[in-house]
């Protein structure tokens, strides 16, 4: 395997057989999760946008190599959307003190984030259709990233006043 191909498929996981999108967001949750906890969540944000621009280059030669756009095995854009999810749920969550709110910012984000990268609404999915290249693929799945984050804070809030 290329290290292009190994970018791309976020260490491999979006070769998985069925659901790749899914998978290779589920790996890149605790990626995520080890960064903020380890190195912050600066570090994370930083990693995010490295990963975003380097991704849409990646994608751009790996379609003029391939000659086919999106393909369900590049999950890279998965990764990113997954992590800037949690990270601004991450951000609300430090604001809560109740029982299981860092597992619930973990469950919700990336349920939150699979739910606006499957159901694709609004501008996700005019994003999705109507660019082409690196750019489609990775920005769809940034706004659903941030669409999910928003959510999941929503979420965590609300739960939060039910305690």
Sequence with gaps: MTMQKLFLTFFGTGLAPKAPGTVGSLAALPVGAAIIYYLGIESLFMLTIAVTIIGIFEVNKYEKLTGDHDQSHIVIDEAVGMWLSLMIAYST???????????????????????????????????????????GVMMDDVLAGVAAGLLTA?????????F
């Design 93 to 135: 969550m430090i604001t809560l003190s109740y029982p299981y709110v860092e597992i619930l910012t973990l469950v919700f984000s990336f349920a939150a984030f699979r739910l606006f990268d499957i159901w694709k609404p609004s501008t996700i999915g005019w994003i999705d259709r109507e660019w082409k290249g690196g750019y």
């Design 154 to 162: 929503l979420l965590l809030t609300g739960v939060g006043k039910l």
